[in-house]
């Protein structure tokens, strides 16, 4: 009998912080894509924010971390940052194209990343390996694929908390209960980030 092929979701971020509107992403594709797996996979440095400097590595990974214990449906894939410089997300999939040359690969994005995706480098090849999944972002308008890329739309959760609102927030030192997982708002507090 054949063996079911592998649904693969690819969520790559910056994660910084990891937040609620991220896992609501993970939850809709588990759900509405059947995925049989889901990788986290937080970026070194965003090839579209070069100007800022994230939290360092360890700091988000261990946040991300915190955010995803005991939900054994996820796994965290280290390898951007492993490989440190700027993160590429051509360089990711070929890496899950060689590992699971059966699957099918779904790259989750939401709706605020899709008119930017010809500049993403490899533009071409990157539409041929992996179909584009969005995720409704309030404030954002429904999904339109530029040409040569393909993907569907989910429904989602559609949540309006970013990672730069969490960030301003504690800098103003207003509450970010509820936006974080509870682990996180603590690793946050104690690790004195972002302020
Ligand atoms: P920042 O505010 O610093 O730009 P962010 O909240 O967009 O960060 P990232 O880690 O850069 O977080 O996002 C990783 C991916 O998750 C991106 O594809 C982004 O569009 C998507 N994403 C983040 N927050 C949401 C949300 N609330 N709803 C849907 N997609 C989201």
Not at 22 to 31: D, N
Not at 85 to 109: E, H, W
Request: glycine fraction near 6%; charged fraction near 25%.
């Amino acid at each position: 009998m054949d063996t079911p092929v592998e649904r693969i979701g690819i969520f790559g971020g910056s994660f910084d912080p990891v937040h609620c509107g991220h896992l609501l992403v993970a939850q809709a594709a588990m759900e509405e894509l059947s995925l049989t797996r889901l990788f986290f996979i937080p970026a070194a440095q965003s090839p579209f924010k070069p100007q800022s400097a994230p939290a360092p590595a360890l700091e988000r990974l261990r946040m991300l971390r915190l955010a995803l214990a005991g939900q054994t449906r996820y796994e965290i894939d280290e390898q951007e940052i492993q490989r440190g410089g700027t993160s590429f997300t051509i360089d990711t999939v070929r890496d899950y194209v060689d590992r699971f040359p059966r699957a099918k690969l779904f790259y989750l994005i939401g709706a605020d990343h899709v008119p930017t995706l010809p500049a993403w480098r490899e533009a071409d090849r990157l539409a041929e390996l992996v179909e584009f999944v969005v995720i409704p972002r309030p404030g954002q308008p429904p999904a339109k694929f530029p040409s040569p890329f393909r993907g569907r739309e989910l429904e989602g959760f559609p949540l309006g908390v970013s990672s730069s609102a969490i960030r301003r927030r504690v800098k103003a030192g207003q509450s970010i209960q509820s936006l974080v997982p509870e682990a996180v708002v603590e690793a946050i507090r104690n690790s004195k980030l972002y302020l």
